[in-house]
T-cell receptor
């Protein structure tokens, strides 16, 4: 079993839709959770960084962590064509440890 | 803040030659940098962890003599692909952790696309 599972998609939505991206994980010791956005042929860009369960909001993006279910989500409101990218979840045990990445979900927002 | 650069952004080389890729943290000090490779439509695969002033830690299956890593300063790590072959063609991405931040975010460079002919 992989440490982090993420549906690779692809996911296509119309402009303005709410997008839900999810990851599950197996190691209950993970404490830090991140979402990265990666455009084609570019390096990943940090979108959200959370510690502990709960919600964190930043503009149109909301990150949600449910440690009891070992499940994290990223919601994108009012999705835009510029949101079309691959979204990677990542997590680690503590600040000194390596990251564990999901495989990434490819998202296309259709104008 | 937290900008990481890579150079070159792309490189084409002949089989058997060596290629050096630089990773720099531009506005912060990075005691730890990471090197990843990524094949098309796949996720990031950690190759090695580079610590300033000490030897890199390589992941299982990654040949340390083929992928030489040097982290000579708090803002620079280099990856040298020695005697490159076509199967080494990939997208190489570095990331850096800000030593001053208590949290553990990694900030990624823009990547280097290597094509070995």
């Amino acid at each position: 079993q992989k440490e982090v599972e993420q549906d690779p998609g692809p996911l296509s939505v119309p402009e303005g839709a709410i997008v839900s991206l999810n990851c599950t994980y197996s190691n209950s010791a993970f404490q830090y959770f991140m979402w990265y956005r990666q455009y084609s042929r570019k390096g990943p860009e940090l979108l959200m960084y959370t510690y502990s369960s709960g919600n964190k909001e930043d503009g149109r993006f909301t990150a949600q962590v449910d440690k009891s279910s070992k499940y994290i989500s990223l919601f994108i409101r009012d999705s835009q064509p510029s949101d079309s990218a691959t979204y990677l979840c990542a997590m680690n045990l503590n600040t000194g440890n390596q990251f564990y990445f999901g495989t990434g979900t490819s998202l296309t927002v259709i104008p | 803040g937290a900008v990481v650069s890579q150079h070159p952004s792309w490189v084409i080389c002949k089989s058997g030659t060596s290629v050096k890729i630089e990773c720099r943290s531009l506005d912060f000090q990075a005691t730890t940098m990471f090197w990843y490779r990524q094949f098309p439509k796949q996720s990031l695969m950690l190759m090695a962890t580079s610590n300033e002033g000490s030897k890199a830690t390589y992941e299982q299956g990654v040949e340390k003599d083929k992928f030489l890593i040097n982290h000579a300063s708090l803002t620079l790590s280099t990856l040298t692909v020695t005697s490159a072959h076509p199967e080494d063609s990939s997208f190489y991405i570095c990331s850096a952790r800000d030593a001053q931040r208590g949290s553990g975010e990694q900030f990624f460079g823009p990547g280097t696309r290597l094509t070995v002919l």
